[in-house]
């Protein structure tokens, strides 16, 4: 079982990578080596490896002493070792769908909690299909959207409810999600798996299917409920008193929330509703505004489902891997905002403020998935095993971590 004493609090796998590089540093500045956190880098070339743990060095030099573990995440004998030397392995090797499903099996089957970056929908479901019984039997607590996608929906969901609960004593009845403000630009490692999702999907009509529909992420027997699948044109929200566009991220964190309610006993109710939007400005600009982002998105959807033109846009785009400088990642940040509706009195609606203080896509992401990483591994966590998201396995712990050391709050305004 996982909780049973282990080598390793905490295998990072991928370290080499960009994101794995920006974990691995965060890990080092806030819990050191070979303190109260025991952990190691992971990945399939030594060489890199080692090059990592020698940059790492410069900035600290305790870091030398860090543990590599070496392997292919193809080789199912390797990870089943692996696995089982750590409590927690957090993975920042995508595109999910192609590289990660061996390493979740492995975790389910050895009681290894697992975190991750996904936000491939279709790559969730067949885990979920695939792994719940074993990771319910072996105590293995598989978490995945632990980045941008979809930590602050996901946790500013529950935030926002907790507090409605708190004041008002009852849940709100729908939450809007609103993208306020963001600076930074797209990872490469989510343009390669929105990819990789685009090619399947030539073959594989399911993989679709599984974005489209609104509760696809829900328990198998529970896929039903009030919302309808994301709008692909832009609204008004008289809440916010602007124009909302769509939201590129709201296709996976919407499903994510709606998961969170599912797991946490519908504790907002079978008929609450979720939606995300980024604003866009009121008046005759904030129209046009968000009628041209609509209409690019839609152009856009269609252009990645023709091959030729997909393999055109994969060539000239961010690639894995790489990734904006230091400077521009402690540039960026993100703000967004939630409204939540009281069920019966208009005037008892919430609204929070959730902000991360670097890019959304690397910097502030690098941060989130670490501080769950040691959340699963340190934290009184109470769920039992099985595939939960941040808001139902770790809930307030995590949003608690987040707000002391990673850069992000969650307030309420007034």
């Known amino acids: 079982m996982a909780d ?32 109260e956190l025991r952990w190691a880098l992971g990945g399939r070339n030594e060489q890199k490896l080692q090059d990592v743990r020698t940059r790492l060095s410069e900035a600290d030099a305790s870091a ?39 390493l979740v099996g492995a975790c389910a089957a050895r009681g290894t909690h697992y975190c991750d970056l996904t936000g491939e929908a279709h790559f969730m479901r067949r885990m979920i299909d695939a792994h719940q019984q074993a990771a319910r ?37 729908s939450v809007r999600y609103r993208v306020v403000g963001m600076r930074g630009g797209a990872s490469g490692g989510t343009i390669a798996s929105a990819m990789n999702m685009m090619e399947e999907a030539a073959t594989d009509p399911s993989v679709l299917e599984v974005m489209d529909a609104p509760y696809s992420l829900n328990p198998a027997d529970q896929q039903q409920g009030p919302d309808q699948a994301e709008r692909n044109t832009g609204w008004y929200d008289e809440a916010f008193g602007q124009w909302v566009m769509p939201f590129v991220m709201g296709v996976i964190n919407t499903k994510v929330v709606r998961r969170s309610n599912a797991l946490l006993d519908y504790a907002w109710g079978k008929e609450f509703r979720y939606d995300e939007g980024v604003l866009s400005g009121d008046g ?33 785009v961010p690639q894995p891997g790489t990734g904006p400088s230091k400077r521009a990642r402690e540039a960026g940040y993100f703000t967004v905002e939630l409204w939540a509706e009281h069920p019966e009195d208009a005037d008892k609606a919430l609204r929070a403020r959730v902000t991360g203080d670097r890019d959304p896509g690397y910097g502030s992401t690098s941060k989130m998935l670490a501080e769950s990483a040691v959340c699963l591994a340190k934290d009184a966590v109470s769920v039992g095993g099985g595939m939960w998201t941040p808001a139902s396995a770790m809930g307030s712990m995590l ?16």
């Open 4 to 35: 049973q004493e282990r080598e390793y609090d905490v295998i990072l796998w991928g370290a080499s990578g960009f994101t794995g590089k920006l974990t691995a540093e965060y890990l080092l500045q806030h819990y050191g080596v070979g303190g």
């Open 64 to 102: 030398s002493e860090l543990p590599l573990v070496v392997g292919d995440s193809d080789d199912g004998a390797f990870l089943d070792a692996m696995v089982q030397r750590a409590t927690v392995v957090c993975t920042t090797v995508g595109p999910y769908a192609k590289y990660g499903a061996k």
């Open 137 to 173: 039997d072996s105590g293995a607590r598989i978490v995945f959207t632990c980045g941008f996608d979809s930590i602050p929906s996901d946790l500013g969901t529950l935030f926002v409810q907790d507090e409605m609960r708190r004041r008002h004593g009852v849940a709100a009845a």
């Open 284 to 316: 005759p600009g904030g129209w046009l505004k968000s009628a041209a982002a609509s209409s690019a998105a839609i152009v856009g959807r269609g252009a990645m489902g023709a091959g030729p033109i997909r393999r055109l846009i994969a060539s000239r």
């Open 399 to 414: 949003i608690e971590r987040l707000q002391q050391r990673a850069g992000l709050t969650f307030e309420l305004l007034d």
